[in-house]
């Protein structure tokens, strides 16, 4: 019923009524069966007809009973189906029937009827007894009923007066063996034939008296020890610890149920109930990294043995244990394991990872007390020390472990260990307690690494990667990914675990996965200790220019007083020098010179061209006082001025640096700055001598045509400028008239054909440029007639028939003859050519026509219109004829 009503939202009245009546009936049945009990413990004889009522009372409540568990086991199934269930249940709301009205009347019959019978016995019982017995099922159910109505559920006693009057009996789960004790102030021999007596058992468990250390024998451990006496069979407990009063959380839940009194109250303890257990471990330097080894014998731990079996094979009673552990209801637990219920509930029910989970010590110490397999895991593969272990519970650790839990147990869920567990979460005595009880310091943990590996970090105690150091963890043993200890110490900048590791052996010249050397580099301090441990710097060439890239002074002047070389390359291309001055350090770039840095040795670049590329202008006279030479190799001015870095030109021409010399690519200075339309390197460059007769990438006058400053610049101090053919074509391409016009200035003719073919006019007839084309046949005195590639009027036929027909205008102005024959053809050809009818008769009018010329084919031009049926072109060619 209590399943049933954890599956439904909202009970139905009429379910909540027969939930009341069953709770009723089970009250007065642990009533009546408490009595009955008690009767027959203390030697009482019962008549047979009351025995005879009793039986007859029982059989009736066991078939009212078994009436209603049919009922709700068809509920409970109908709940737990599918779709067609929910049909069903859609049904029975419209139609009502859900057995409950047939079995309601009988219910409420048995519980009259037991009410009666509980009227039978002439004395009271305490609520303390009569709520352990009903069990945690009838718990579950009034919470239900209490959950659903919103009022606290009561049952009313037969007697009004049963429950003021107090107890009279009361009576412990657990018998006594058959031996002396001496309580406090009284001399008692328990027996178990007067044990149940009203004044002995007042006596052993009234409120006022408890059971000091001293009335039991102590067992190894100063703690519960389980045994027997040689007079009887029954289980003795031995108790060292003092005991006072206190609750967690979950118990004052329960102070209602269940106050805590006699001698299985396991909420009395002095700081946690584990504390006699685990004080001697404690008592030792846990929070060092002195090294312990203890091994666990678990028989030498307390135990205690169940009292029956009676509920060993019942069903679900793993599954109840959890419950009570989850709900913190120790008294219930204790019950359970008292008659018989195994502790270990299984994967799906793991009452004592339950307990740890929840911090709930005193079930903890419970479930190790009744024999608890510490090393169980649960369904997510979590064994119990795990579980303690990734939660830092250290008392509940040290008691698994001493009741036998295995530190190097893994997870089968893939989490690692315990002690892995305890190095993540850097708990250095949990640690230690794992190691004490032989936990393996060079397991690896379940992402493939060392735990020394995983223990280092910016905030590790140094004091756990010595404890397992001291604890026998190697010091070079890698990692999945080849990372060792000493790497991981030194990337995470700690010196001082780095010194701890290399006392204990640690090889400083062992890659992991590189050499620590390179990530040293990055911090000074680690780098000092791998210094004075003899680190090898020829397994690690180039770490001069990776201190000098990471701007580490400190680095590069341990390096340095090691002797490692300031020249050596790394990854044979890049030196310190050239790194230094790349970053514009000085006081490095100093620091390196004055040990030792070549100034001539290269990286990507020479140091010299470094200064010039990056703008170091102010590095180069000490390199020069250093010995660079400026001549090697060539072309360093030519650099400067391709990095438009004039005021390194103009100090490297005052320091000797040829202006001439050319770059590797051919490239002189001169050229260079042409290119770069740099006016002010071309003064400076030939008034320091540059030469502008020597070609580099070009001509220097050839490429200064596209800058007529430059170019006047260059003509000022060039002796022959028509040795340059075709620079007159040159800047008509280039589409400079002022070059064109300091050219014919200085001499070079307009006639100027480039590779004897392409002659100025036709240039820049072909280009459309019309300003130069009057220059030249105006000023320049072109000849309108000379060929170039054609002549000039076929050329402006050809490129202008459309656009710019000026320039065609232009040259019959300047008397071109559209009659005169190149290679075959003719002007009057080409206007045939065109079909342009009205440019061919502009032609004949202003030259006229003459008929006899003829391509290469041999056609006359009238021959040459007629093939093409152009009788306009024909009568426009006759008629010029006729009017010459």
């Given at each position: 019923?209590?399943?049933?009503?954890?599956?439904?939202?909202?009970?139905?009245?009429?379910?909540?009524?027969?939930?009341?009546?069953?709770?009723?009936?089970?009250?007065?049945?642990?009533?009546?069966?408490?009595?009955?009990?008690?009767?027959m413990?203390?030697?009482?004889?019962?008549?047979?007809?009351?025995?005879?009522?009793?039986?007859?009372?029982f059989?009736?409540?066991?078939?009212?009973?078994?009436?209603?568990?049919?009922?709700?086991?068809?509920?409970?199934?109908?709940?737990?189906?599918?779709?067609?269930?929910?049909?069903?249940?859609?049904?029975?709301?419209?139609?009502?029937?859900?057995?409950?009205?047939?079995?309601?009347?009988?219910?409420?019959?048995?519980?009259?009827?037991?009410?009666?019978?509980?009227?039978?016995f002439?004395?009271?019982?305490?609520?303390?007894?009569?709520?352990?017995?009903?069990?945690?099922?009838?718990?579950?159910?009034?919470?239900?009923?209490?959950?659903?109505?919103?009022?606290?559920?009561?049952?009313?006693?037969p007697?009004?007066?049963?429950e003021?009057?107090?107890?009279?009996?009361?009576?412990?789960?657990?018998?006594?063996?058959?031996?002396?004790?001496?309580?406090?102030?009284?001399?008692?021999?328990?027996?178990?034939?007067?044990?149940?007596?009203?004044?002995?058992?007042e006596?052993?468990?009234?409120?006022?008296?408890?059971?000091?250390?001293?009335?039991?024998?102590?067992?190894?451990?100063?703690?519960?020890?389980?045994?027997?006496?040689?007079?009887g069979?029954?289980?003795?407990?031995?108790?060292?610890?003092?005991?006072?009063?206190?609750?967690?959380?979950?118990?004052r839940?329960?102070?209602?149920?269940?106050?805590?009194?006699?001698?299985?109250?396991?909420?009395?303890?002095?700081?946690?109930?584990?504390?006699?257990?685990?004080?001697?471990?404690?008592?030792l330097?846990?929070?060092?990294?002195?090294?312990?080894?203890?091994?666990?014998?678990?028989?030498?731990?307390?135990?205690?043995?169940?009292?029956?079996?009676?509920?060993?094979?019942?069903?679900?009673?793993?599954?109840?244990?959890?419950?009570?552990?989850?709900?913190?209801?120790?008294?219930?637990?204790?019950?359970?394991?008292?008659?018989?219920?195994?502790p270990?509930?299984?994967?799906?029910?793991?009452?004592?990872?339950?307990?740890?989970?929840?911090?709930?010590?005193?079930?903890?110490?419970?479930?190790?007390?009744?024999?608890?397999?510490?090393?169980?895991?649960?369904?997510?593969?979590?064994?119990?020390?795990?579980?303690?272990?990734?939660?830092?519970?250290?008392?509940?650790?040290?008691?698994?472990?001493?009741?036998?839990?295995?530190?190097?147990?893994?997870?089968?869920?893939?989490?690692?260990?315990?002690?892995?567990?305890?190095?993540?979460?850097?708990?250095?005595?949990?640690?230690?307690?794992?190691?004490?009880?032989?936990?393996?310091?060079?397991?690896?943990?379940?992402?493939?690494?060392?735990?020394?590996?995983?223990?280092?970090?910016?905030?590790?105690?140094?004091?756990?990667?010595?404890?397992l150091?001291?604890?026998?963890?190697?010091?070079?043993?890698?990692?999945?990914?080849?990372?060792?200890?000493?790497?991981?110490?030194?990337?995470?900048?700690?010196?001082?675990?780095?010194?701890?590791?290399?006392?204990?052996?640690?090889?400083?010249?062992?890659?992991?996965?590189?050499?620590?050397?390179?990530?040293?580099?990055?911090?000074p301090?680690?780098?000092?200790?791998?210094?004075?441990?003899?680190?090898?710097?020829?397994?690690?060439?180039?770490?001069?220019?990776?201190?000098?890239?990471?701007?580490?002074?400190?680095?590069?002047?341990?390096?340095?007083?090691?002797?490692?070389?300031?020249?050596?390359?790394?990854?044979?291309?890049?030196?310190?020098?050239?790194?230094?001055?790349?970053?514009?350090?000085?006081?490095?770039?100093?620091?390196?010179?004055?040990?030792?840095?070549?100034?001539?040795?290269?990286?990507?670049?020479?140091?010299?061209?470094?200064?010039?590329?990056?703008?170091?202008?102010?590095?180069?006279?000490?390199?020069?006082?250093?010995?660079?030479?400026?001549?090697?190799?060539?072309?360093?001015?030519?650099?400067?001025?391709?990095?438009?870095?004039?005021?390194?030109?103009?100090?490297?021409?005052?320091?000797?640096?040829?202006?001439?010399?050319?770059?590797?690519?051919?490239?002189?200075?001169?050229?260079?700055?042409?290119?770069e339309?740099?006016?002010?390197?071309v003064?400076?460059?030939?008034?320091?001598?540059?030469?502008p007769?020597?070609?580099?990438?070009?001509?220097?006058?050839?490429?200064?045509?596209?800058?007529?400053?430059?170019?006047?610049?260059i003509?000022?101090?060039?002796?022959?400028?028509?040795?340059?053919?075709?620079?007159?074509?040159?800047?008509?391409?280039?589409?400079?008239?002022?070059?064109?016009?300091?050219?014919?200035?200085?001499?070079?003719?307009?006639?100027?054909?480039?590779?004897?073919?392409?002659?100025p006019?036709?240039?820049?007839?072909?280009?459309?440029?019309t300003?130069?084309?009057?220059?030249?046949i105006?000023?320049?005195?072109?000849?309108?007639n000379?060929?170039?590639?054609?002549?000039?009027?076929?050329?402006?036929?050809?490129?202008?028939?459309?656009?710019?027909?000026?320039?065609?205008?232009?040259?019959?102005e300047?008397?071109?003859?559209?009659?005169?024959?190149?290679?075959?053809?003719?002007?009057?050809?080409?206007?045939?050519?065109?079909?342009?009818?009205?440019?061919?008769?502009?032609?004949?009018?202003?030259?006229?026509?003459?008929?006899?010329?003829?391509?290469?084919?041999?056609?006359?031009?009238?021959?040459?219109?007629?093939?093409?049926?152009?009788?306009?072109?024909?009568?426009?060619?006759?008629?010029?004829?006729?009017?010459?």
């Amino acid at each position: 019923m209590s399943k049933y009503a954890s599956l439904v939202n909202a009970p139905s009245p009429e379910f909540l009524t027969l939930a009341k009546e069953i709770l009723g009936v089970y009250h007065m049945l642990a009533r009546v069966c408490t009595c009955l009990l008690d009767a027959m413990r203390g030697g009482q004889a019962l008549s047979l007809d009351l025995i005879d009522v009793m039986v007859k009372k029982f059989q009736n409540a066991q078939t009212c009973l078994q009436s209603i568990e049919h009922v709700v086991s068809k509920l409970l199934e109908g709940r737990r189906k599918g779709t067609m269930s929910r049909m069903r249940r859609g049904f029975g709301k419209m139609f009502r029937d859900t057995g409950i009205e047939k079995v309601l009347p009988e219910a409420i019959r048995t519980h009259e009827d037991l009410k009666s019978a509980a009227l039978m016995f002439h004395w009271n019982l305490g609520s303390e007894r009569l709520e352990s017995a009903l069990g945690i099922g009838f718990l579950d159910l009034a919470a239900a009923v209490e959950a659903a109505t919103g009022q606290a559920f009561r049952i009313t006693s037969p007697s009004p007066t049963s429950e003021e009057n107090g107890s009279s009996h009361r009576f412990e789960a657990f018998p006594l063996p058959n031996t002396h004790h001496r309580l406090k102030g009284h001399d008692v021999v328990a027996h178990p034939q007067n044990l149940h007596s009203p004044a002995t058992a007042e006596l052993l468990f009234s409120d006022h008296t408890r059971l000091s250390a001293s009335d039991y024998a102590h067992g190894d451990n100063g703690a519960m020890v389980s045994g027997r006496d040689g007079s009887g069979d029954s289980p003795i407990l031995k108790y060292t610890s003092s005991v006072s009063s206190s609750h967690n959380s979950r118990d004052r839940q329960n102070e209602r149920l269940f106050s805590p009194t006699g001698l299985h109250t396991f909420a009395e303890t002095a700081t946690t109930a584990l504390d006699a257990i685990v004080e001697d471990i404690q008592a030792l330097e846990l929070g060092s990294a002195k090294v312990f080894r203890l091994n666990s014998t678990p028989s030498d731990m307390p135990h205690i043995k169940s009292s029956s079996r009676m509920d060993a094979d019942k069903p679900n009673a793993g599954a109840e244990l959890a419950s009570a552990i989850r709900a913190g209801n120790h008294r219930i637990a204790q019950q359970l394991l008292d008659r018989g219920v195994s502790p270990d509930g299984g994967p799906e029910a793991h009452a004592l990872n339950d307990a740890i989970s929840s911090q709930d010590t005193d079930a903890v110490r419970l479930l190790l007390l009744y024999g608890v397999n510490p090393n169980t895991a649960d369904k997510h593969g979590q064994s119990p020390l795990m579980v303690a272990c990734r939660t830092g519970q250290l008392e509940v650790a040290i008691a698994l472990l001493k009741y036998g839990a295995d530190p190097n147990l893994g997870s089968t869920g893939g989490t690692g260990s315990p002690l892995e567990a305890a190095v993540v979460i850097a708990h250095i005595r949990l640690a230690h307690v794992l190691l004490m009880y032989g936990g393996d310091a060079n397991q690896m943990t379940s992402c493939g690494n060392t735990l020394l590996c995983k223990s280092i970090g910016q905030s590790t105690p140094k004091a756990l990667v010595d404890l397992l150091l001291n604890y026998g963890a190697l010091p070079n043993k890698k990692n999945t990914k080849g990372k060792t200890a000493l790497f991981e110490a030194v990337s995470n900048a700690r010196a001082d675990i780095v010194a701890s590791l290399m006392e204990h052996g640690a090889d400083a010249n062992l890659p992991g996965p590189k050499h620590a050397l390179w990530p040293a580099t990055y911090h000074p301090e680690c780098l000092r200790i791998l210094v004075a441990s003899s680190a090898d710097f020829k397994k690690a060439p180039g770490i001069m220019e990776l201190a000098a890239s990471l701007n580490n002074l400190e680095s590069i002047r341990i390096l340095l007083k090691a002797g490692v070389d300031p020249n050596v390359k790394k990854d044979g291309v890049y030196t310190p020098l050239c790194t230094s001055i790349r970053d514009n350090r000085a006081d490095i770039f100093q620091l390196l010179l004055r040990s030792g840095a070549d100034p001539n040795v290269p990286a990507s670049e020479y140091p010299a061209f470094k200064c010039v590329t990056h703008h170091r202008n102010h590095f180069l006279p000490a390199l020069l006082a250093a010995g660079a030479k400026l001549d090697t190799p060539k072309g360093i001015v030519e650099t400067a001025v391709a990095s438009k870095n004039p005021k390194a030109v103009r100090w490297l021409l005052e320091n000797g640096a040829d202006p001439n010399d050319k770059c590797p690519n051919g490239q002189t200075a001169l050229t260079a700055a042409i290119s770069e339309n740099d006016m002010d390197c071309v003064d400076v460059l030939l008034s320091h001598g540059a030469n502008p007769n020597i070609r580099g990438q070009d001509w220097p006058a050839c490429m200064a045509v596209r800058h007529p400053e430059i170019l006047k610049r260059i003509l000022a101090v060039l002796q022959q400028p028509r040795a340059f053919k075709g620079i007159m074509e040159m800047a008509v391409a280039a589409n400079q008239l002022e070059s064109v016009k300091a050219l014919r200035a200085a001499g070079v003719s307009v006639e100027d054909r480039n590779v004897g073919v392409f002659s100025p006019l036709t240039t820049a007839i072909r280009e459309h440029r019309t300003d130069i084309v009057a220059y030249l046949i105006g000023e320049g005195g072109a000849d309108v007639n000379a060929p170039g590639e054609h002549l000039p009027i076929v050329k402006a036929l050809r490129r202008c028939q459309t656009e710019h027909v000026e320039i065609i205008d232009m040259l019959l102005e300047k008397g071109a003859d559209p009659n005169k024959m190149y290679r075959g053809w003719n002007g009057i050809m080409q206007a045939l050519e065109n079909g342009d009818a009205d440019m061919l008769k502009k032609l004949t009018d202003k030259a006229g026509v003459n008929l006899e010329n003829k391509d290469e084919l041999g056609r006359t031009v009238v021959e040459i219109a007629a093939s093409r049926k152009w009788d306009e072109a024909v009568d426009i060619l006759m008629s010029s004829k006729a009017q010459s």
